[in-house]
């Protein structure tokens, strides 16, 4: 294990992964004071070389096992395929780093068990990546929900729709060893997040969850019309998954995430709240970020919108720098990775519920190892 950093000296991270992802992480970790990144690994030598020059890293590798071995580093950030996550973060952590990880946290509740058991054994922090709650409107509408100006939320809805959105179309993301699952675990985690984190974190009783394999497997649906080519992995997770949740005190939630359908040519997830004493609506169509809130209320007796001007807020900038900020103040109890493994185990309820068409109760999930 490393020798405590003083506090002059900038936390050294070093980063997994070259894809979106991973430059994600590097960028901000260039951003965001008081952290430096020192090492970076990926399997593409050329974008390695690339992006290594271009956030003036001075170590690469080409395999993570090789960075992950380093006795100098105080934080590792995985932004590696999802069957990665959970060996990379086990390592890292036994090496007595703080973890940085990619939604969705692991493939499986058991996996995510394991890095949080990891996290509290060594006592260093894992967050996840989810960005999308760092949005300045999601930040915005949860001001108003601690506020109390919706009164108790009764019912939600959560969505992420695209109409040709499957992301790598015969890589990683469409084999479910290798990924866990499809827009569930890659979409729906972001709005089972959103949702929940809005809603003040509710516990889940019960779920009921359908998916959908109907464009994937005929090489339908890839981001820029890509398709299945020879060689490729066959396509085995879904593209759309919908799901019922029954959440403690009588609260319910519907989800939908599909990386492809027919519908609208977009890229849209969104987030509606209803309450007792008012209702709010995100919609983002393609990323956006202006006029994306809406809220329902009552002025003077009558039904009034208000449609609040929020500025933008980069999610993995905001993530990045919480998480150097808790590490810096040398305080991460109950920070071991705890939302990232309630998510993972809602999922693997939506799956078990889609694959035995039936409702399943988050107690019949439970793991062997149950934290
Ligand atoms: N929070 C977000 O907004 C967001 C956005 C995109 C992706 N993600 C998540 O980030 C992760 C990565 O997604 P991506 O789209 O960047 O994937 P990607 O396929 O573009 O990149 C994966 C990277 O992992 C590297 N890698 C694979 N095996 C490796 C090994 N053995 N050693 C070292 N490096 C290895 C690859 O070389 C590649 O550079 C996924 O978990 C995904 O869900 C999150």
């Not at 827009?183 to 959103?194: E, R, S, T």
């Not at 007792?276 to 994306?292: I, L, P, W």
């Not at 900020?325 to 519920?353: K, V």
Request: hydrophobic share 40%.
């Amino acid at each position: 294990m490393q020798a405590e950093r003083s506090s002059a000296e900038p936390l050294r991270a070093g980063v997994v992964g070259l894809g979106y992802a991973g430059e994600q992480h590097l960028k901000n970790y260039v951003r965001v004071p008081g952290v430096e990144a020192v090492a970076l690994a990926g399997l593409e030598e050329e974008k390695l070389n690339e992006l290594g020059e271009r956030y003036g890293v001075p170590d690469l590798y080409t395999s993570w096992e090789d960075l992950v071995a380093r006795d100098d580093l105080d934080i590792v950030s995985i932004g590696a395929p999802n069957h990665l996550h959970a060996p990379i973060a086990i390592a890292a952590l036994e090496g007595g780093r703080h973890v940085l990880c990619e939604k969705p946290l692991a493939r499986t509740g058991a996996e995510a068990e394991r890095i949080v058991s990891s996290a509290r054994e060594a006592n260093r922090a894992v967050h996840i990546a989810f960005t999308q709650r760092e949005r300045g409107d999601v930040q915005a509408l949860k001001r108003h929900v601690d506020e109390g100006n919706l009164g108790r939320i009764y019912h939600a809805k959560a969505t992420w729709m695209r109409r040709n959105g499957i992301p790598g179309m015969g890589g990683w993301f469409t084999s479910k060893e290798l990924a866990g699952g499809g827009p569930l675990i890659d979409l729906g985690v972001h709005m089972i997040d959103m949702a929940l984190y809005l809603m003040g974190e509710p516990e889940v009783e019960s779920v009921s969850c359908a998916t959908y394999a109907e464009l994937g497997p005929q090489g339908r649906g890839g981001w820029a019309g890509k398709g299945l080519m020879q060689g490729d992995k066959p396509y085995e997770v879904e593209d759309l998954a919908t799901a019922f949740i029954r959440l403690a005190g009588g609260a319910t939630l519907n989800l939908e995430a599909g990386w492809a359908v027919y519908r609208e040519s977009s890229d849209d997830f969104g987030v509606t709240l209803y309450g007792t004493d008012g209702g709010a609506e995100m919609k983002v169509r393609n990323y956006g970020t202006s006029d994306t809130v809406r809220i329902y209320t009552d002025v003077a007796g009558v039904p009034a919108v208000v449609t609040p001007e929020i500025a933008p807020r980069e999610g993995h900038l905001a993530v990045v720098r919480r998480f150097v900020e808790t590490i810096r103040g040398g305080d991460w109890e109950g920070q071991f990775g705890e939302d990232g493994l309630s998510r993972a185990r809602i999922i693997d309820a939506c799956y078990a519920s889609a694959m035995e068409n039936r409702e399943v109760s988050l107690g019949e999930i439970a793991t062997e190892e149950t934290v």
